[in-house]
Structure formats: C-alpha cells, structure tokens
C-alpha cells in the first residue's frame, strides 16, 4: 500500500497504482504502452481478501470525496504515516509524534456539492470531472449540514429548470456549500449561481421558498460567470444572517468570511496548535507569520509577543487581520504586509526581516507545494533562533527541512491527522538554528 492509500501493482516493470484495493486482491492487467508518455493499464479484478469492515457509505468507490473507507481507521493512519516515519528516521535521527484522528466520520466544516440537471446534487465522480455522483448524505460533513443539504433536496425539486446544465449552457445553479461551525452552532448555506441570474423575477421567487424552507443561520446567493466552476465566490447577497459566520478555537472566536479558507477540521488541528503553544519559548519578543492569511496563528499566540509582523499575498484577509488585532491586542505593535512570497522580489525583504537582531519566532503556514525556493534561500541565511513549520503536506514540507537542513535542526515533529478516509495529513516541525542548544523535554 502506498501513503495515497491506493495499492501498488508492479507488472512488466511498471509501478501501477490501484485505487480501493487492498493487499492480496488479484487482477488481470491489460498494458498500453504510449510514445513519450506514462502507460495506462486497464485491471480487472479477479478476487478480492476478505475486508474487514463495510465502507458506511453506499457511493464509496464511485464519488471522489473519500479513498479509505474499506480500510479500518487504525490501518488507514498506518499507511499514512510509514514512510515518513521511516524518512524522518533515516535523514534526522528522529521519531515524530504522531496523533491518529479522534473522530473518523461527519468531521468537515465544509462541503461544496455541485448541481446538475435531474436534479443530481453531488460530489465529482472519482477520476473524472464531468460527471457528479448524486448524495443523499455525505458522510464526512456535520449532521447539521445533511439535514439541511436534504431539505435543499426537497426545495430544488420544484425548481426542475434551475441546475445549470453544463452541456446546454441552461439554467443557473451551479452549487451548494454548506459550511457548519465545529464549536459554535453557526450554519452557512451559499447557492451559486451564474451572474445572469441575479435580480431576474425567478432569483426573487427562488429567494422566497429558500428562506421559507432552508434552516441555516446564514443563508447567501453567489454569482459569478457562467463557464466557471467556482462555488462560494463573486458577488453576494445576504438573505439571511451575514456573510461570515462564528467559529471558536483555543477560546478565540474567529469570523469566517463565507469566501474564505478556514482549518476544514478545526478539532483535528487542534493538536498542532497545542504543540505550537508548549514549544514557543518563553523569552520570545517578534512572531514573523508567514503565509499569515487573516492572522490566524497571530491571533491565537500574539499573547506571548511584544510585535508580530504578518506576511501574506492576499490584500483582504491581511485587512480582516489587521482589524482582528486591533480589537485583539490594542497594545501590541503590528505590521501585516502584503507580498508574494513565491516572487523573486520578496527576497530582499525576507533577508533584512530575518537579520533583525530580535528575540523572534518564525512561524509559516505555506499551500501544499511548500515554503518555495525565495524563502528557503534567506532562511538559510537568516538569524531566526526558532522556526515553527506547519504543513499541510508533509511529503513536501520534509523535502524543504532536507534543504535546510545546514542552517536548523529539527528539535520535535508531530504529525496528525484532520482527514480520515483520505490520504491527506498535517504536521508541525518545530526547528531551532544550529548554534541554539538541543532544548530538553
């Protein structure tokens, strides 16, 4: 089994990946063989080891949301975490901590069902994008969410002509996102439509039955352009509610804008943040947050800083960050500065920032792909004492410790796991510069 949860199956010396299999099931392989490309291969199964639990979902294996759930949970985090456990061990010396799941099932804060014709309300069909697997009930998301993705259900089937088709280019709705808060009782429903659809007489009659049979505290109508497909984002209207909805974590409360990315699983992350919160050491003065967003680790750590200067792309979550501080911590001095972190011209700025002289903690947040090659490069030339790396990949955040591997060491890592029944992991290393002692336990 590979760490993507998928068997592996060599055959005439090709390495070929088998999605919902398990060790010892047999298969017929039909090879083909394309000039300067990959071979593909059709499989056939032939017989199959007896599973030892029955996936609870009967759209397992046909909707693409899901790849384990005919692997016990145990096994699942087994064949997660192996080799990087084998990695760590090999290149640092060291055991990472690991935190298997503590919930298995209905612990996704959001899901994001497409509409078609039908109505067929659902997530991609695995492997393919052009077809949607039709869901009574999904098993990841909240209760909360199932019920109110039925009584959506109920409500559309009067509305035959308002899925957009996407061959035809007819009607208007596109999606449905649910977003349900895991610590407050907050619900969220956002239906997306096309932009032609919005102020014409059947959004106002469709507006009046959503309101009349749909429950969700916060309750918006999206649009954006016809060809895209792109939910919960373009121009809003707020039916019901507002366009964020509250969520708490580590006692913060937090406005999660209905267009934004927040922890999909803020309880199973909530492990790296306990980690975060016993490692910062106690003489820190300057938390650098990189890939900052709208200050979530700003937020939940700034107690134990003097200044925090905060690092992100995107101009409207650095806004909501800098209100959240201001009303957070009005005696802190901060800055939260937009810039391209993946861009050349970042450089100079990282290098001056991470040569200060101050007692200061860096922690960084980068997308799947890892830190990228500018920050690395003034990393390794950096003055920073102590570095927080969390990742949401954690196949790519070891290839960037390898590279810096020179300039810090790694003292602890911990990996969990937010995403049962998929290959998907976090982890937090938590580094200090080589000329800082190995702290104790």
Do not use: W
């Not at 280019?169 to 808060?181: E, P, V």
């Not at 997308?367 to 920050?375: K, W």
């Amino acid at each position: 089994m590979g760490n993507n949860l998928r068997g592996i199956l060599t055959f005439e010396k090709n390495r070929i990946e088998v999605p919902y299999s398990l060790p010892g099931d047999s298969y017929n392989v039909t090879l083909f063989k394309k000039k300067r490309r990959k071979p593909s291969a059709k499989l056939e199964l032939i017989s199959q080891v007896p599973r030892a639990i029955t996936p609870p979902c009967p759209a397992f294996t046909r909707c693409g949301g899901c790849s384990a759930q005919h692997i016990p949970y145990e096994e699942q985090f087994t064949y997660k975490t192996a080799k990087l456990l084998e990695s760590y061990k090999k290149d640092f010396g060291i055991d990472p901590i690991l935190i298997p799941a503590q919930n298995q099932l209905h612990y996704r804060n959001r899901m994001d069902f497409a509409v078609f014709p039908g109505p067929t309300i659902g997530q991609r069909e695995a492997g393919s994008f052009r077809y949607i697997v039709d869901l009574e009930t999904c098993f990841i998301q909240s209760d909360e969410s199932n019920e109110e993705l039925k009584r959506f259900r109920t409500l559309i089937a009067n509305f035959p002509n308002l899925p957009y088709d996407r061959r035809s280019d007819s009607g208007s709705l596109k999606y449905i996102t649910l977003r349900k808060a895991k610590n407050t009782s907050d619900l969220m429903t956002i239906l997306t439509f096309v932009e032609e659809f919005k102020d014409s007489n059947e959004e106002k009659e469709f507006a009046e039955a959503c309101l009349k049979h749909l429950k969700a505290d916060h309750l918006l109508f999206c649009f954006n352009r016809r060809r895209g497909e792109i939910s919960a984002m373009g121009e809003v209207k707020v039916l019901r509610g507002k366009e964020s909805y509250q969520e708490l974590v580590s006692g913060k409360e937090f406005r999660v804008p209905f267009d934004s990315f927040f922890q999909p699983n803020p309880e199973g992350f909530q492990p790296i943040l306990d980690f975060i919160e016993t490692e910062i050491p106690e003489t820190s003065d300057h938390l650098i947050d990189l890939f900052c967003g709208s200050g979530f680790f700003s937020r939940i750590f700034g107690h134990k800083f003097k200044k925090i200067t905060g690092i992100d792309s995107i101009e409207s979550s650095l806004e909501i960050a800098r209100k959240q501080m201001e009303f957070d911590f009005p005696n802190i001095q901060f800055s939260y500065l937009r810039e391209d972190l993946f861009s050349k011209k970042a450089s100079t700025g990282l290098e001056n920032l991470f040569q200060s002289q101050e007692n200061h903690v860096l922690i960084a947040d980068p997308p799947r792909a890892g830190l990228g090659e500018f920050v690395i490069d003034a990393l390794k030339n950096s003055k920073i004492s102590f570095f927080l790396y969390v990742s949401c990949n954690p196949s790519s955040q070891k290839e960037d410790l390898m590279k810096l591997k020179d300039t810090f060491r790694i003292q602890k890592i911990l990996i969990t796991d937010p995403y049962p029944q998929t290959p998907h992991l976090e982890s937090v290393a938590f580094l200090s510069a080589k000329d800082v002692p190995l702290l104790e336990n």
